[in-house]
């Protein structure tokens, strides 16, 4: 199965999850989704933000995010307008999945850590 195949089926197919990526801890995109389009300034701020005290803000494909909560592997983060964004460290990438509504958060939150263990689970 491709990177883009894994993030079909287990971020974009649900529904919930509008757009989505896969990055390898190095800041290279294994996979992205139509319409994620992050820059690499983008991926390496998420990457540094890991182990230190998360950015008060991230950007994803330009579109702004407040964080709200930061930890060793996780950011979640959300938009004024009722959407968010999940961001997951694995071993050797970082899952970056985008949501729109608030309502999807915590199924949002639940898909992304699921594809992490996964990834865990095969060595990545």
């Avoid at 509008?18 to 994620?36: L, N, P, R, Y």
């Avoid at 997951?88 to 985008?98: C, F, H, L, N």
């Amino acid at each position: 199965m491709s990177w883009k195949d894994i993030l079909d089926v287990g971020l974009l197919r649900s529904g919930k999850i509008t757009q989505a990526a896969i990055v390898g801890q190095d800041g290279e995109i294994w996979a992205e989704s139509a319409g994620c389009n992050m820059a690499e300034e983008e991926r390496r701020a998420i990457m540094d933000g890991f182990g230190t005290c998360p950015a008060r803000e991230i950007l994803v494909g330009g579109r702004r995010y407040s964080t709200t909560m930061g930890c060793l592997d996780m950011i979640l983060a959300k938009r004024k307008d009722g959407g968010g964004c999940v961001v997951k460290k694995t071993g050797q990438s970082v899952i970056v999945a985008e949501y729109i509504s608030i309502a999807d958060s915590m199924t949002a939150l639940a898909l992304v850590e699921r594809l992490a263990e996964y990834l865990i689970s095969q060595g990545y």
